[in-house]
C-alpha cells in the first residue's frame, strides 16, 4: 500500500487481516514511526487494535517510508496517495499519484499490479500506464483501477463487508489477480464488478457525486420547509418510504463536508468540463453546497440582529461527522471561523478532533466537555452529531447558560421538549 492515510492503513490492515503479507509505505518518516509503535495517526474506531494485532502477533504486516525498496517485493502495488482540490482550481490534484507512477516505473523487478485505489478522474490509471510504460516493458505489470468506498468513521467494517468491489482491467490475467485478492469478500457473497478502466474510475466519482446531490437536494427542500411551515424530518421520512427513493443521505444539515464529497463533486465537474459536457446538476449541488455553511452562519447572526460582540457562542462538534478526527472541509470549522470573525467569543468541544482543529483556528476556546462548553454560553450550536451529543441534560444546560438558544445543525433533539424546558430552539427545516 503506497500511502498511509485512512484508505492505506485500513486497507492494509484489512488486507493482512485476510492473510495477506502486507507492506504499508509512506513518505512521512513520522507517519510510519508513530505507526510502527502502535499508535495510529488519526481516529478510526478499531484500528488502534487491529494495528497492535498485526504489529504484535502476526508477520504478515510490516512498514517502510523506501518506496523503491519495498516495491522490489510486491506483486501487487496499491496507490492510496491523497488526490485533494488543486489550488485555485477545481481539478483534482494528481501530482502524488503521478510521483509514485514514476517510483514504480523504475523499480519494477518482476511483474506487479498497479491498482489505483485513490479516487482519480477518469484516464488517470492510463496515464500511470504510460508512466510506467517509459521505464519498464509492458509485460511487467498490468494496470487496474479499485476505486474504495469505505467511509470514515466504519472504515474497517465498510472495507470488510463492502455493498460491492468494482474491478476495472483491461485483460485477464490482472482481473484474477484481483479476484483472488477479495476471493474472502466473494466467499461472503459480496458484488464484485469487472469492468473496464475507464468505467471503474467513473463509477467512484458518480457514486459520491449521487450521494452529494441526495444531501444538497434536501438540505434546499428543509429551506422552503422552514418558510411555509413544514418539518423536513417528516417530509425526508416519507420520501425515503420510497424504495426508490432510500432514506439514506436525506438528512438536512448544514451541508456536507469531508475530505471526498466536496473535493469530488468538483473534480467531476471539471472532468466533464475537459470533455466538453457540462454538469449542471453537479455543478449546483457544488455552488449550493459551498454557500450552505455560510448561509447558515447568517442565520444564527440574524438571530442576534448580526451583532454578536461578546456573545458566548458553544460549538459542539468540528470533525465533518462522527467517529473520526478528519477535519478536512468540515462545516463546523467554516462555521465557528465565520462565528469567531464576527465578533463571537467561541468555545468548542470535540472528542477526538481538537488537536487538528487547533491547527487551523488556534483563536478560539477548547473546553473539556459538551457541559464546559454550556458554562456561561448564550448560544449553543451542535455542529457534528456524535453519539455522546445526542442525550445531553437540558436541565443542566439551563441552568449552565445564560438565556439559551441552541442551533441543532443535525435536528438531533426534539424541539418540543428542548421547548419545554425553556430554551430558544432553532432546528434546520422545521
Ligand atoms: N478518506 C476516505 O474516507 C476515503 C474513502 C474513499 C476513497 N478515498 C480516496 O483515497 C485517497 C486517499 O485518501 P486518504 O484520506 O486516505 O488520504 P490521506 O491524506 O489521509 O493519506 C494520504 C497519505 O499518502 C501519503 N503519500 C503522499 N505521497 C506519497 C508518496 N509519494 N509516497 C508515499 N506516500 C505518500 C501521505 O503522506 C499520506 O500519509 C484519496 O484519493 C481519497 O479521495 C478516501
Redesign the pocket.
Known amino acids: 500500500m503506497?500511502?498511509?492515510?485512512?484508505?492505506?492503513?485500513?486497507s492494509g490492515l484489512c488486507f493482512a487481516e485476510f492473510g495477506f503479507e502486507t507492506l504499508c509505505?509512506?513518505?512521512?518518516q513520522s507517519?510510519i514511526n508513530s505507526i510502527a509503535k502502535g499508535v495510529c495517526?488519526?481516529f478510526e474506531p478499531g484500528l488502534d487494535d487491529l494495528l497492535v494485532k498485526h504489529l504484535n502477533s502476526t508477520k504478515r504486516f510490516s512498514l517502510s517510508?523506501n518506496?523503491s525498496e519495498s516495491l522490489k517485493e510486491a506483486s501487487v502495488v496499491f496507490i492510496?496517495?491523497?488526490?485533494?482540490t488543486k489550488r485555485l482550481e477545481n481539478e483534482?490534484d494528481l501530482n502524488?499519484v503521478y510521483?509514485?507512477a514514476e517510483?514504480i516505473s523504475e523499480n519494477i523487478v518482476n511483474y506487479c499490479v498497479v491498482v489505483t485505489?485513490?479516487?482519480?478522474p477518469v484516464g488517470t490509471t492510463r496515464k500511470i500506464k504510460e508512466i510506467i510504460s517509459q521505464k519498464s516493458s509492458s509485460d511487467k505489470f498490468d494496470v487496474v483501477s479499485n476505486?474504495?468506498?469505505?467511509?470514515?468513521g466504519s472504515?474497517i467494517n465498510d472495507f470488510m463487508h463492502p455493498d460491492r468491489v468494482v474491478i476495472g482491467t483491461e485483460n485477464k490475467k490482472s482481473e484474477d489477480i484481483m479476484r483472488q485478492i477479495y476471493r474472502p469478500l466473494y466467499l461472503q457473497k459480496t458484488s464484485i464488478l469487472s469492468t473496464t478502466i475507464e468505467s471503474a474510475e467513473v463509477i467512484?466519482y458518480a457514486s459520491n457525486s449521487f450521494l452529494a446531490t441526495k444531501i444538497s437536494f434536501i438540505n434546499e427542500v428543509a429551506d422552503l420547509c422552514e418558510t411555509v411551515g413544514a418539518d423536513v424530518q417528516d417530509v425526508s421520512k416519507a420520501m425515503g418510504l420510497d424504495k426508490r427513493i432510500g432514506e439514506k443521505f436525506l438528512h438536512a444539515g448544514p451541508g456536507f463536508g469531508?475530505?471526498?464529497f466536496p473535493?469530488?463533486v468538483k473534480a467531476f465537474s471539471a472532468t466533464a468540463k475537459k470533455h466538453n459536457i457540462e454538469f449542471s446538476i453537479i455543478n449546483a449541488v457544488n455552488a449550493s453546497n459551498e454557500s450552505r455553511p455560510r448561509r447558515i452562519a447568517s442565520k444564527i447572526k440574524n438571530r442576534f440582529n448580526n451583532k454578536l460582540d461578546g456573545i458566548s457562542i458553544g460549538i459542539l462538534g468540528l470533525s465533518f461527522k462522527p467517529n473520526t478526527d478528519?477535519i478536512r472541509d468540515s462545516t463546523s470549522i467554516i462555521i465557528a471561523n465565520e462565528l469567531n470573525k464576527s465578533g463571537g467569543n467561541i468555545k468548542c468541544f470535540d472528542p477526538h478532533a481538537m488537536t487538528n482543529a487547533k491547527e487551523i483556528l488556534p483563536d478560539i476556546d477548547y473546553c473539556k466537555s459538551a457541559y464546559d462548553v454550556c458554562k456561561g454560553s448564550r448560544v449553543l450550536i451542535i455542529a457534528t452529531e456524535w453519539n455522546e451529543f445526542r442525550a445531553l441534560d437540558l436541565k443542566k444546560i439551563k441552568e449552565l447558560m445564560k438565556d439559551p438558544v441552541i442551533f441543532d445543525l443535525r435536528n438531533i433533539y426534539n424541539e418540543t421538549e428542548v421547548k419545554d424546558m425553556g430554551i430558544e430552539y432553532h432546528g434546520v427545516g422545521k
Do not use: H, I, M, Q
Open positions: 503506497v500511502g498511509t492515510g485512512y484508505v492505506g492503513l485500513v509505505v509512506d513518505k512521512d507517519r495517526p488519526f517510508n518506496l492510496t496517495v491523497g488526490t485533494p483534482a502524488d510521483a509514485v517510483k485505489k485513490s479516487t482519480v476505486p474504495e468506498f469505505l467511509r470514515e472504515a467512484k469531508g475530505s471526498c473535493k469530488d478528519d
